[in-house]
């Protein structure tokens, strides 16, 4: 697809100027630098977001007396209305400016933010977290957008470099921060501190943003799009959160999920005879663009399907704080940091094709690695194939992030931006229940086996249910007078249970890795214009 479109930079004075239609910026509003500097900002308070509020789920739980239920959905809800809201908030920003949007984004998910911090009970804990899904949704996607239109083609993948060492950075610190902050000011502060950084982010926006949008920007709104894709998206993502209690086979989740493919079906359909559709079908007739999408279905499959284990195994196995499970991970997380910037200057000089399909590799190489790992493993080891595994998906992040962007025509690149999330959001969540189903079955098959050949006592039904339910997440529950010989063996059992069901998992993982890496090969650099040739 190589349709060349030009963008008009709202309140400049030159609309029209010379380099194919783009506005004229003046003084410090607009420079392209300054504009990734501020979203940035905004970026790293979602991205924050994503693991802080894990470590104080269970401070939440004890405050707020709330059960498991409760807890799990102060997470699906967020996912749940981030996944639902994304192409539609991208939608937004290409029709009424990405600087609106994103600053309008900001505003609510700090308010939503701090609205969590006061609030007394766990309803509105999940009602407020709701809300906060929908701002990230409009934050994220009009983010990309800016970026898009700011930077010309040879400088976007650097930018989107930096943007994705920004989100590596903040992922990082979320635990360690989250950990800080939970320990000696309450689980409260682990939202308030999103004010600040958005008051900071809001301030910086409205000084510094210029609003360009395409002179061919959407002029309408595709209501029975929007209902179309919210249903399917729900019904999908609904399935895939409840899959491990309803099982993948019941008929609960088989009817969400043929609801969903239906309303895909619909969806898809209704795009091709809507004047201006939601999401415009055309965009998949560019190959690296979809191509771009599903690999970036596939990595988060990979990734965050395998990672979620990984906490598991090093509190629980491990025995680590939550605070030193952070500074675990952090080999993963900085060479994240240290290689988006670094993908993205490679990329620039020789494309995304080859450096996406050996980063894929290097990323199934380190996902067979952490299936090796045993319940005693050192940090030698562990430290090695996680740093193999951010080297691995750095340049996966910025690569597949700037190809379906880049790809998409300028006045699309907010609900590509939106493609890009949902893709991401689909892809973990279906990751994490699918990798979570192997791991189910794998510690339902190896724990009796096991059991048995430790010669503990047989346990009732119930017990052993619940036994299972503890080893799948690699806790073993050794009750209280247990004799000391018998509660080592307890723990080994359930250890190595654990561990050889997270090991199958990684394989799994290990062969999607490879799967992206052949979809990678069809990948190319952006051939829209991706902003105005200025000078950056």
């Known amino acids: 697809m190589s349709t060349q479109t030009s963008t008009v930079a709202h309140g400049a004075p030159d609309p029209s100027g010379p380099e194919g239609g783009q506005g004229t910026r003046t003084g410090l509003r607009g420079h392209p630098w300054l504009t990734l500097v501020t979203v940035a900002f905004g ?8 693991t802080i509020v894990a470590i104080a789920n269970p401070a939440i739980q004890d405050d707020l007396d709330a059960s498991l239920a409760d807890v799990q959905w102060i997470t699906n809800g967020y996912l749940l209305a981030l996944a639902v809201s994304l192409i539609t908030a991208g939608k937004l920003g290409d029709r009424f400016g990405h600087r609106q949007t994103f600053l309008g984004g900001v505003v609510g998910f700090a308010l939503a933010s701090a609205a969590i911090g006061l609030s ?3 309803a509105l804990v999940i009602t407020f977290r709701v809300l906060q899904g929908i701002c990230g949704a409009l934050l994220m996607p009009a983010a990309l957008g800016l970026l898009r239109a700011s930077f010309p083609a040879e400088r976007l993948n650097a930018a989107i470099g930096i943007w994705g060492a920004v989100i590596g950075a903040s992922t990082a610190a979320g635990p360690i921060v989250g950990g ?14 999103n004010v600040p950084v958005g008051a900071l982010a809001l301030v910086m926006g409205l000084v510094l943003l210029l609003d360009r949008r395409a002179k061919d920007a959407p002029r309408s709104f595709d209501l029975l799009g929007i209902v179309l894709l919210s249903g399917a998206m729900f019904c999908l993502v609904w399935a895939i959160i409840k899959a491990p209690d309803w099982h993948w086979g019941d008929a609960k989740t088989l009817g969400f999920l043929a609801v969903s493919v239906v309303a895909f079906a619909l969806f898809g359909f209704w795009e091709t005879k809507v004047k201006e559709p939601l999401l415009p079908m055309s965009m998949f007739r560019s190959v690296p663009l979809t191509a771009g999408t599903v690999l970036m279905v596939l990595m988060a499959f990979g990734f965050m399907g395998g990672i979620f284990f990984v906490t598991f195994y090093l509190q629980n196995v491990n025995g ?15 060479m994240m940091i240290v290689a988006s910037p670094l993908a993205g200057t490679v990329i620039t000089k020789v494309g995304p094709r ?7 590799v290097l990323a199934a190489v380190a996902m067979f690695g952490l299936s090796t790992l ?5 940090m030698g080891i562990t430290s090695l194939w996680f740093a193999l595994l951010g080297l691995g998906l750095a340049p996966v992040m910025v690569g597949a992030t700037e190809v379906i962007v880049g790809n998409a025509p300028l006045q699309h690149a907010g609900v590509a931006g939106g493609l890009q999330q949902a893709a991401m959001q689909v892809g973990g969540s279906l990751g994490t229940a699918v990798l979570g189903a192997v791991m189910a079955s794998r510690v339902g098959s190896e724990l009796p086996h096991k059991w048995a050949e430790a010669k503990l006592p047989p346990l009732p039904e119930k017990k052993e249910a619940a036994l299972k339910d503890a080893a799948e997440v690699g806790i073993a529950p050794v009750p209280k007078g247990t004799p000391e010989q ?5 723990k080994h059992v359930v250890h190595d249970s654990f561990v050889s069901g997270m090991g199958l998992a990684f394989v799994c993982a290990g ?3 490879v799967l992206a890496a052949g979809v990678a090969v069809f990948t190319s650099r952006g051939k829209n214009d991706a902003g105005p040739s200025a000078h950056v």
């Open 180 to 193: 800080l902050l939970v320990e000696h000011k309450g689980w409260e502060s682990v939202f308030f501190i």
């Open 320 to 334: 680590l704080s939550p605070v030193d499970s952070g500074l675990r991970l952090l080999p993963l997380t900085a």
């Open 511 to 513: 062969i999607v890795s």
């Open 354 to 360: 080859m450096p996406l399909v050996g980063a894929m």
């Open 374 to 378: 045993e319940a005693n493993s050192g």
């Open 43 to 50: 970026v790293a308070m979602v991205a924050l977001d994503g």
């Open 120 to 122: 007394g009970s766990v």
């Open 486 to 490: 018998m509660a080592q063996a307890i």
